[in-house]
């Protein structure tokens, strides 16, 4: 156990490395290895949770993904998920989730833009690696090798799912940290301006989502970002990215 603690700690001071904003991150796995995660769990969603029959919803949701993702790497699939919850997720190789809940929230593809856009920040920043490498070095590398290495049965698969923001149960979504879920909001949004959908409309999102969501516990009892300081940290970085958004506008990459 002490050697097991003794190199996982020395993974971590190697694998040290800088976020896109700047932040201190560690990361500890190959990126194909996350993928493969990734693949895994995004096929056990598939299997637990209904696809959305609405072909004309789909085709929404996917044309909107495939604005925001034409400006990172790799390919997307994208699957809308016939769930009441106004979710949405992104996970290592190219996967997106939509809940069909979030169609009564985001009132116009801006704003579904936003929720995607914010989404695929994390894996482009690989927040899901950083989670994992936390909880390999946390626990000595224990569980979270076996969970990696191919564990079988419920438990491991459900591991997984939790390493990668996934809740056991369909349909919920564990948060990252604060830190994370912040550094995705602001790269969420340059990805939206740069893809030609409105990085005002981020605000009137959140702003939906507070009314919808109800009263909040306390930020500090909490991992999120509260409605009212994720819109004020929105509104601080908009004037940045009005000028991308207008460039994409003028070049014609606007979705509308």
Same mark, same amino acid.
């Given at each position: 156990?002490?050697?097991?603690?003794?190199?996982?700690?020395?993974?971590?001071?190697?694998?040290?490395?800088?976020?896109?904003?700047?932040?201190?991150?560690?990361?500890? +796995?190959?990126?194909?290895?996350?993928?493969?995660?990734?693949?895994? $769990?995004?096929?056990?969603?598939?299997?637990?949770?209904?696809?959305?029959?609405?072909?004309?919803?789909?085709?929404?949701?996917?044309? %909107?993904?495939?604005?925001?993702?034409?400006?990172?790497?790799?390919?997307?699939?994208?699957?809308?998920?016939?769930?009441?919850?106004?979710?949405? +997720?992104?996970?290592?190789?190219?996967?997106?989730? %939509?809940?069909?809940?979030?169609?009564?929230?985001?009132?116009?593809?801006?704003?579904? $833009? $936003?929720?995607?856009?914010?989404? %695929?920040?994390?894996?482009?920043?690989?927040?899901?690696?950083?989670?994992?490498?936390?909880?390999?070095?946390?626990?000595?590398?224990?569980?979270?090798?076996?969970?990696?290495?191919?564990?079988?049965? %419920?438990?491991?698969?459900?591991?997984?799912?939790?390493?990668?923001?996934?809740?056991?149960?369909?349909?919920?979504?564990?948060?990252?940290?604060?830190?994370?879920?912040?550094?995705?909001?602001?790269?969420?949004?340059?990805?939206?301006?740069?893809?030609? +959908?409105?990085?005002?409309?981020?605000?009137?999102?959140?702003?939906?989502?507070?009314?919808?969501?109800?009263?909040?516990?306390?930020?500090?009892?909490?991992?999120?970002?509260?409605?009212?300081?994720?819109?004020?940290?929105?509104?601080?970085?908009?004037?940045?990215?009005?000028?991308?958004?207008?460039?994409?506008?003028?070049?014609?990459?606007?979705?509308?």
């Amino acid at each position: 156990m002490k050697k097991l603690l003794v190199l996982a700690v020395m993974a971590a001071l190697l694998a040290c490395s800088t976020s896109p904003t700047g932040r201190r991150t560690l990361k500890l +796995f190959p990126e194909e290895q996350m993928g493969e995660m990734g693949a895994a $769990a995004y096929q056990e969603t598939k299997k637990s949770t209904p696809i959305s029959k609405d072909a004309r919803a789909r085709a929404y949701v996917a044309c %909107v993904s495939s604005a925001i993702t034409r400006n990172v790497s790799g390919s997307w699939e994208v699957t809308l998920f016939e769930d009441e919850s106004a979710n949405a +997720f992104a996970l290592p190789g190219g996967k997106i989730g %939509v809940h069909t809940g979030l169609l009564e929230v985001a009132d116009n593809q801006h704003q579904l $833009a $936003a929720v995607i856009g914010h989404e %695929v920040a994390h894996v482009q920043a690989e927040h899901a690696n950083e989670r994992v490498s936390t909880g390999y070095v946390a626990q000595a590398g224990l569980s979270v090798v076996d969970a990696i290495t191919g564990a079988r049965g %419920v438990a491991g698969q459900q591991q997984i799912m939790a390493l990668l923001g996934l809740g056991a149960q369909v349909g919920v979504l564990l948060p990252f940290s604060r830190a994370q879920e912040g550094e995705a909001d602001i790269l969420g949004l340059r990805l939206m301006a740069q893809s030609g +959908f409105d990085p005002r409309e981020s605000v009137r999102l959140w702003q939906n989502m507070a009314a919808a969501g109800g009263g909040q516990p306390p930020e500090f009892l909490s991992t999120h970002p509260s409605h009212g300081t994720r819109i004020s940290d929105l509104q601080a970085e908009i004037p940045r990215q009005l000028p991308p958004y207008e460039a994409a506008r003028q070049a014609g990459r606007t979705p509308d």
